[in-house]
Each structure stands twice: as C-alpha cells, then as structure tokens.
C-alpha cells in the first residue's frame, strides 16, 4: 500500500537554529498538508498545499514557516530561527482528492528544540 | 471554527464490548472523517460519512452523522487490546474543502 514517507523521525536541534522537515507524499496525490501535534494534545493544521502553491494557512503558520516543492517527489517544511515551543511531531499527509476524501499521514518527524 | 469536538476524552473498557465515541461540530460540513493514532505514530484513516448520508459501516465501525444536531458517533463493536488508540473526528476546513481540521480526540483503552 502506498505511504507517505517523512525524514527524518526524530531531529534535535538548538533554539534559534533551522529545520527542515522532509516528506515524500504519494505520487499521485495532488494535496499536500503539514499538521503537528505538541505531545499529548491537539493535532493542528498549520498549511495546505496544491498545484505548487499555498491553499491554505493556519495562524500558527507565520513568517517563521515556509513550504516548498522543490522536485517532483519532495514536500518540505522549514522552521527559521526555532522556538522552544516548536518541539512537537509534525506529520505530513497527502491526499488525492483534498477534504473530499481520506488523508493519508506519514508517522512523523518529533521535534526537539533545546 | 469548525473544529469538532470529542466525548468522552477518555474511554476504558474490557475485551468484547463496545466502544462509542462522539464528535459534535459547529458548522456546516461536505463530510466528516474518523482517524485513528496509535501512541506515537501517524493518524490512520478509518471512515468518511458525507453530509447527505446518516450512517456508515465498516467492518466493525459503524458511523453515524446527524447534521440537524451537528454531531456524530463512531461505535467500535466487539472491541479487542489492539484497538487501543485515539481515535479523532475532522471536518473540512471551509466550503472549498481544502484541509481538514481534526478534533483533540477520544483515547480508548480496551483490556484483555
């Protein structure tokens, strides 16, 4: 069965530093999100993405997030300038026909900023 | 928002019974959808019941939708250990259907 891949699973890094967060979609999915999930609570949508551009955004998603498609295969989201309270998992889904059907979820990249 | 919302938080129950979760929204939705998360992984797509049906089924997941009191139900029958997870509710974002907005979910616990 097809998967949504994200690289890596877990990243650590300093506060103040950059991260990027891969993921690989299914292929022929045409939608692409980024949610996170602080431990323990909430899953948030932070952005949505088709026909290489941003649909949609949540507040959360401010100047310090951007998301790029940089090749046919790769989803990224980048983290400048890391906040203590950026530390979650941030997963990536794909899906093929937006809301109007299921997303597929990759297992996620945990985020630890220290 | 349209964020749904899940009752009870949390649900312990024993091997064989059932399970039912509820998620109330606030407004008008295209569809709703179930997902599980087993601890520490990624969110697992269950079921999507739109909003001109009333129930669904699945193998042992049954849905069920009531647009007029903006809520729905996801019943697990005949619950085994392996079906300990979260289990959350989304709904489309806005009319144009382009993200999902997930609840904070229902954790189950089923012992053996």
């Known amino acids: 069965e097809p998967e949504v891949t994200q690289t890596p699973s877990h990243q650590v890094t300093q506060m103040g530093q950059e991260v990027i967060l891969r993921c690989v979609p299914i292929s022929n999915h045409l939608y692409f999100y980024w949610y996170r999930q602080i431990l323990g609570q909430k899953v948030e949508f932070l952005v949505s993405f088709y026909n290489n551009e941003i649909s949609e955004k949540s507040e959360i998603f401010d100047d310090q997030f951007s998301v790029e498609r940089p090749d046919g295969s790769n989803f990224t989201l980048k983290i400048r300038s890391t906040k203590l309270e950026d530390s979650a998992m941030y997963f990536c889904?794909?899906?093929?026909?937006?809301?109007?059907?299921?997303?597929?979820f990759g297992s996620g990249t945990r985020l630890t900023v220290v | 928002s349209q964020q749904g919302e899940e009752d009870p938080q949390a649900l312990s129950i024993q091997e064989g019974e059932n399970a039912t979760m509820n998620c109330s929204y606030k407004t008008s939705i295209n569809n709703l959808q179930w997902y599980r998360q087993n601890s520490g992984r990624g969110l697992v797509h269950l079921i999507l019941?739109?909003?001109?049906?009333r129930e669904k089924h699945s193998g042992r997941l049954r849905v069920t939708l009531d647009t007029s009191k903006k809520s729905s139900s996801l019943l697990i029958t005949a619950s085994r250990a392996a079906d300990t997870a979260s289990y959350f509710c989304a709904t489309d974002f806005n009319q144009a259907g382009t993200a999902l907005i997930f609840g904070k979910g229902t954790t189950l616990s089923v012992s053996s």
């Open positions: 019941i739109r909003s001109n049906e």
């Open positions: 889904a794909s899906s093929e026909d937006g809301s109007r059907g299921g997303y597929t």
